[in-house]
């Protein structure tokens, strides 16, 4: 009897401990911010991956007007810009941090020779692109052996490129093929390939988009063969197909609005999924998070719906290094706003919201 006892025991204890969920582990989360508030700088925050809570916020690093954070890809370096136009006579600069953990020491920051940098990247070969909004134009840094900036960047000047429109570059980002960039004011994404040491035009120079489209963000989908750009002006998402030659041609437009809002909007992040089955918006204005999903062929988007950020003025937003979790950094309303992320079918339950002065990037490090 005993025996039968103990067994019974045994097994009702195995049983418990393969139903046990598997515990996720917690996560460090930078917010890059605006400094003209109650914001100092940089933060950090404790992020569960269990529960999608919030904790420990800490200030990192003083810093004026960090609004756009890159992680290196060995997460040994972070970088921020410093979106002023005096941070000395040319215009705005970028800093480069050693990272141990969650504690970020500095290294050394740089002038961009451009005003208003508002997005930092980092290729996997020791460079660092910025680029400059209102000095309408973007800096190539070679990056030292410990990741701090090296001098002489390479200026790379849009303005020349049409007497027209006024050159706003947006985001440079590298991808497989060199260096790509959106410009929302000259309504184009330029692309530049490295050639003995330095970046020059592609054989693709351009990237052209509708008058007063404005792109501003984009990311690259099925290993590079998709490129989705986010139009900050006329509140649309552009769907490009790489044919053979290595070109992009545009094969689909879709608007980011729904169709009974009447409001002005401003378009401005978008990420896709992990598994790259869904793509998000953010809508500036609608105020939303809106939701596509991806075609596994096409890698064209189809509506799945649009979920409110509980906040004003969504801007950067991120996904947790899990994906069930989408974060949103409401600038105007100073909070950031967890989501739940269903993985099937895509769609944003709204779980908790925490005070945060001025957010405008979200960076999770894993």
Same mark, same amino acid.
């Given at each position: ?59 990192? $690093?003083?810093?004026?007007? *960090?609004?756009?954070?890159? =992680?290196?890809?060995?997460? @040994?370096? !972070? +970088?921020?810009?410093? &979106? ?125 988009? $509708?008058?007063?489209?404005? *792109?501003?963000?984009?990311? =690259?989908?099925?290993?590079? @063969?998709? !490129? +989705?750009?986010?139009? &900050? ?134």
């Amino acid at each position: 009897m005993k025996k039968i006892i103990l067994a019974g025991m045994v097994a009702v204890l195995a049983i418990a401990c393969a139903e046990k969920p598997q515990e996720k582990p917690m996560y460090t989360l930078f917010v890059g911010t605006y400094t003209d508030g109650d914001s100092e700088g940089i933060y950090t925050y404790t992020f569960d991956a269990n529960t999608g809570e919030l904790s420990n916020q800490k200030l990192a $690093a003083k810093l004026t007007n *960090p609004s756009y954070l890159a =992680l290196s890809k060995d997460k @040994k370096n !972070l +970088y921020a810009v410093q &979106e002023t136009a005096n941070f000395d006579s040319l215009g705005g600069g970028v800093t480069a941090f050693s990272l141990n953990k969650d504690v970020l020491e500095l290294q050394n920051s740089m002038g961009t020779q451009g005003a208003h940098p508002c997005h930092v990247s980092v290729s996997g070969d020791g460079h660092l692109a910025v680029a400059n909004y209102t000095g309408g134009n973007l800096s190539v840094f070679a990056l030292n052996e410990d990741g701090s900036l090296a001098d002489n960047p390479q200026v790379i000047d849009h303005k020349p490129l049409d007497t027209v429109k006024t050159s706003h570059a947006h985001m440079a980002q590298f991808d497989a093929y060199g260096l790509m960039v959106t410009d929302l004011g000259l309504d184009a994404i330029k692309r530049y390939v490295k050639k003995e040491g330095t970046f020059v035009p592609a054989e693709q120079p351009s990237i052209p988009f $509708a008058d007063g489209a404005g *792109p501003r963000h984009f990311t =690259l989908g099925g290993n590079g @063969k998709t !490129l +989705y750009v986010i139009n &900050e002006l006329n509140s649309t998402i552009s769907v490009f197909e790489r044919v053979e030659n290595g070109n992009y041609q545009e094969v689909q437009v879709v608007p980011t609005l729904d169709k009974d809002y009447q409001g002005k909007n401003a378009c401005a992040d978008l990420h896709l999924s992990p598994d790259g089955r869904f793509l998000y918006g953010s809508n500036r204005g609608e105020n939303t998070i809106v939701i596509f999903a991806v075609d596994g062929e096409s890698g064209q988007l189809e509506l799945v719906g649009r979920e409110s950020v509980h906040g004003d003025w969504p801007r950067n937003f991120s996904m947790d290094p899990t994906g069930e979790f989408l974060l949103v950094a409401n600038k105007k309303t100073s909070n950031i706003t967890v989501f739940k992320r269903n993985k099937e079918n895509g769609t944003l339950t709204f779980l908790n919201e925490i005070s945060h002065p001025n957010p405008v990037c979200l960076v999770f490090v894993d």
